[in-house]
């Protein structure tokens, strides 16, 4: 089964967005999203009325997901997912904090609750199941972004315990390449506890460096990707692209899309 999997931060509506703001924007997300025809979308800085506003321009897609404050509070990282192709058969959220389960915690100095969404999917035309875990790591604290990234593997590794089932995870990390979540996750350092996952960064199936993919409204490329996609090893990754396309003289997001292509084997 081959598949497209796509992370894209919308960025938050606010007015103080000038030309950009979400109003301006939002057909130009949704072009984004139609112009590749994933079969996943992890979204973050997606509130609930910027979801509605996408629901009607991405009609054969559906979205799971509730706000960091619980229910359909603020910050949502929604998960889009072609309904023709598949079925939703579990969700859930957790929150990366000391307690996981409990609405709108946070720990170790971030800055807002900091939540994980996830799926378990299965292909409408027997292509298997599989998990897509979507997140937003914490922008102000490291040692959030760290243990936040711990506890997901966590999870991910509990969950894949459980039935062996492949998982993707994507998302903005508000991490560099260098740093220890996605070193983490890359498998290349362990955490505290000894566990090292099996992920492989999608950008490796990349020539040459992938350059910034949050660009504050400016574009370009010169700098390192904060956006990513991991994959278990279950899937090869054959391709990965940065999205840099503008639309209408204006870009989608202050994020671009990260789109991969991916195979199960």
């Known amino acids: 089964m081959e598949m497209t999997v796509m992370t894209f931060n919308l960025r938050y509506a606010t007015d103080n967005d000038g030309d950009n703001r979400w109003a301006n924007r939002v057909s130009k997300a949704a072009d984004a999203v139609l112009d590749h025809r ?10 609930a009325a910027m979801l509605r506003d996408l629901e009607p321009l991405l009609s054969d897609y559906a979205w799971i997901g509730n706000g960091r404050f619980g229910e359909h509070e603020n910050e949502h990282c929604a998960i889009f997912y072609d309904r023709r192709m ?23 100095g971030s800055m807002f ?37 711990a506890v997901l593997w966590e999870r991910v590794r509990r ?17 560099t ?3 220890w979540p996605i070193r983490f996750l890359r498998g290349e350092i362990a955490g ?15 020539d040459g460096r992938p350059g910034r993919t949050a660009h504050s409204f400016r574009g370009g490329d010169d700098g390192e990707p904060i956006d990513y996609i991991f994959a278990t090893p279950e ?17 989608p997001s202050d994020h671009y899309p990260v789109v991969a292509r991916l195979k199960r084997i």
Request: aromatic residues 10%; glycine residues 10%; charged residues 25%.
């Open 113 to 149: 609750p900091r939540i994980c969404t996830w799926a378990l999917f299965s292909h409408r035309d027997g292509g298997g199941s599989f998990y897509v875990y979507n997140t937003h790591l914490d922008h102000h604290s490291a040692e959030a972004r760290s243990r936040g990234c």
């Open 235 to 251: 899937f090869l990754i054959e391709s990965v692209l940065v999205d840099r396309s503008e639309r209408d003289g204006g870009y």
């Open 38 to 47: 994933p079969l996943v979308v992890g979204t973050q800085e997606g509130y």
């Open 86 to 108: 598949l079925e939703l058969k579990r969700q859930g959220q957790f929150w990366l904090s000391e307690t996981p389960d409990a609405v709108a915690s946070k720990s170790w």
């Open 159 to 175: 969950q894949r315990s459980e039935n062996g089932l492949p998982a993707l995870i994507v998302g903005d990390f508000n991490s």
């Open 192 to 206: 505290e506890d000894g566990a090292r996952p099996e992920l492989t960064d999608a950008y490796l199936a990349m």
């Open 177 to 179: 390449p260098g740093d």
